[in-house]
């Protein structure tokens, strides 16, 4: 008798507790759609075979841009079959990748991830760039100004480094680029392009920030993504742009505020006619009772756009005045129209008393139109970087006017020596100076004096392909960058800049979303540092060796 009375006891509690659960869980699924696919997803892991893979389908339908479940799906369907399997199994692979990058939370952190690493990708590869080069042209710039001493007037173009880092930083590039011949000034353009682009990258990321994941940012996106309705609720209360007031209404719906939810909904229709406004009132009509007047803005809403959402709950509005057949019609335009959705939520829904409307909520796509809008908002130029903007065209005409310069000084590219035309008096001969120029073309020098040049300037070159290929291994372009070819070389620092930019910054970006999502971007970043740096060695030895560099 006591086991038998233990035993049911037990059995009751097991049942009220299963049917609590199931109470919680199709309510979660009907107010926090996102929150509930997760609950599925822990569910299929697991899951084996056809089962879990079910599962995984429930909860991408709740929420379709979930890369975690296309990552398990891809897991799951791989070799339960044959190539059919497989190939799905890439397919869904894919897929995780893309909403990686695409799904909402993941998109506006990736942002923010790509934009600081555009900024140090140009401004650590100009940076090193002006290193690089300033070593060369320093010496020409010294012999330069003992040539014509009126020339230390170029060093007067440091004095607005006074106003920060970027005029300072604008002067030195000048300065890399002095002895420049060839297309000195079109090269000296794109970099003070880039070099101006870093700022405003810069300035933009700082107001990207504070939009996109400020309290009424954040609040706004889980609402409309079924994760929170708590935070819109008390910090959207008050605001009175279109974003908010939406965000607001829904927060108020979700939570069963219906008659300050219908208020809120009613003033923003005065605003904007929307059919997701008039949806979202008629819903709130209906669980009102009032279902004469949501009859009548669904009716509105589906002369401006007819979706499933608007049609679905005009069968719930027919059925609850007791039309059953024209419920039926409008029921079967739903299915018609997207049966996988209408057929889940009636799944939710199964055993629920009252009439369960469907709710509308924001589009991605105009999530991220109000972050970007409100990013432009705060976005402005200063004083000081239209300044900056003078300074840099002033330097760009300096450039040009560069070009016109019969006398800016050479290194030979057989010893290294310094020359100039002024100092040599005579015509240029392939860039080399005087000494190698008697060396090769004329007989005014003994052999002996002529083999020990040859030997002395085959030693200097030597050594300068030792050093350059080795300094190749540790900053990447190097050899390109000292020589006429330097853009190739800034393509190459840069790409992998950028991309090892990319694997740091992901560690401090993962609002919203698991830091372990961004697994398959950082080793797809990393993998591209290895073949940029890979090829950037192979092309350099290979330049090396043909005597290129």
Known sequence: MVKRL????????VLLTTSAGASIRKDIALTFPRNYADIILAEARVKDGMEAISLIKKSLILN???????????????????????????????????????????????????LLSVFLAIVVSLTVFFIVRLSYTMPLIVHEITESPRKVLFLLLLIPSVFGFYFAFSALLFYSLISLKKRGHLIGLVLFLLMLLSLLTLR?????????????????????TGQSNASAIHILQGRNDDYSLFSYALALQKDRRLNEAREVYERLLKKMKDERILVNLASVNLLLGNLNEAESLIKQAIEKRPTVTAYYNMSIIQREKLDFEKG?????????????????????????????PIIESLKKGELLSMVLSKSLQDFHLDKKTLLLIVYTLMLMILLYLRQKDSEIPIQCKKCGRVFCLKCERRLPWGDICMDCFKNLVTLEKTPEERIKTILRTYEY????????????????????????RFIRGMVILAGILFFLSMVFFMDYFYVNIHRSDYLYIKLLSLIMVVIIYTFGIFYIKKRIRKGWL
């Open 204 to 224: 933009f990321f700082q107001s990207y920030i504070k939009a996109a994941f400020s309290a009424q940012t954040r609040s706004i996106i889980s609402v409309n």
């Open 461 to 484: 070159q030597q050594r300068r392909r030792r050093i350059i290929t080795l300094l190749s291994f540790i900053i990447p372009g190097f050899a390109l960058l000292i020589s006429e």
């Open 6 to 13: 233990t035993f049911t006891v037990f059995f009751l509690i």
């Open 64 to 114: 379709p841009e979930n890369p975690d479940a296309y990552f398990l799906l891809a897991r799951k369907t791989a070799g339960n079959g044959g190539l059919k399997e497989d190939l799905l199994s890439v397919k869904y692979y894919l897929k995780g990748l893309y909403y990686t990058v695409c799904e909402i939370w993941h998109l506006m952190n990736i942002s923010a991830v790509l």
């Open 328 to 356: 039926d019609e409008y029921f079967t335009k739903a299915i018609n129209m997207d049966f996988d959705r209408v057929t889940l939520y009636r799944d939710l829904i199964s055993g629920q008393s009252l009439p369960m």
